[in-house]
């Protein structure tokens, strides 16, 4: 055998070599190893990875302990689990040393002070006001020569703008505007609108104009300062006295613009009945406000994962008064879970569903899971996922996990899910990674 013929063949059989060792068990359980931690302070986490070797863990036993020991040193066997107990929130590395001699892994871990919260389910209402008046439209005025005009069109205002100032005052009411209108009409006075556009402030210059149609000064412009809608409850933190909702943002129905909250209030609502899913055509709660309803809370944020703000204590109805440890993104794994939701009056009750798809994110993105509602009643009752269900928090394995967030129009029994990590953000409970200050290990 010549040469090219032995450097071909060793070739082969090298790559046959790596190919047995890359599907074999121990190397896909190492490759399975992971390179950071993130744990609560007092919530135990296992690993088990099966690999047939002999290890020493070097930790800081003040963050963590491994297997129960209190030193900084332990050999460990890795063909079973290992037991990680988080003391104190600060950061170590769990450096592993095969033969107590040979560096293995080094495993960075993050203990963040535990946390618990209490999960919703409840309907609620949402009555929000905007941090300005929103153009929803333009529409054409009638002039004394029969001619055909929109003058907020004319001066660049566009469709989903947020005027947050008149003349150099701030207006956030419709009705105010209105009667800057007709003043400024009738003196033949210009309006100097600052108006918000995607973060930057623009300046536009208006000149009222008279309708004959309407017999009233006009600007051509649909506008609007608030909205209303139903949604749910995804939890309540009673150590901070916050909540989280819907888990996405609250959008201008017309202009499909996110609302930019100046102030707002949720309230208990009441679910009268419920208009099915079918497959093109999602369904809804059909809810109304409870008549002369507590006010459960204000609402201070409106982000990407939901609506925020204060409450003072837990709407009625809870399913369960107790709070609940909280998983991470990582945590959460395909297989069954529940949710909890309302389907008639104000009663809270928990369904069974299954976690489809876990997408991996390390930044917050609101489509980190696909759920599938497999609970027989809930899917007779609903016919799957509808409007005002957003926001149902999401359990799996005892821990709040995520929370409904978007029903899939062709398929109403499946949706999207966000991870529950980012709402709590959101919410200021949880500290995101670049906030927390952790203890050098």
Known sequence: MNFSNRKRWFGLVLALFVGMISTSSPFQHFAAFPNELRLFAGQMKHLNYEMPVQAKVDVDPHVLQVNGSHNQSIRVDLRKPLSIAPLHSGQTEMKLKLFGKIPFKTVKVNVVPDLKVIPGGQTIGVKVKSAGIMVVGHHQIRKKDGSMV?????AGVKLGDLIVKVNGGYYNEVGKLAALVKEAGEKKQLLHLTVKRKGELLQRTIAPTFDEMDQAWRLGLYIRDSAAGVGTLTFYAPDQGVYGALGHVITDMDSQQSIEVD????????????NKSHSGEPGEKRAQFVKHGKILGNVLNNTAFGIFGKMTELPSHSFNMKPVPIGFA?????????????????????????????????????????????DPRLLESTGGIVQGMSGSPIVQNGKLVGAVTHVFVNDPSSGYGCFIEWMLQDAGVLLKPNETHYRAG
């Open 150 to 154: 929109s003058p907020g069109e004319g």
């Open 263 to 274: 102030s707002g209030e949720i309230v208990q609502s009441n679910v009268m009945s419920i």
């Open 330 to 374: 990582e945590d959460v794994k395909e297989g069954p879970a529940h949710i909890l939701t309302v389907i008639e009056g104000q009663k809270v009750e928990k369904f069974d569903i299954e976690i489809a798809h876990v997408t991996k994110q390390s930044v917050p993105a609101t489509k980190g899971m696909v759920i599938k509602i497999t």
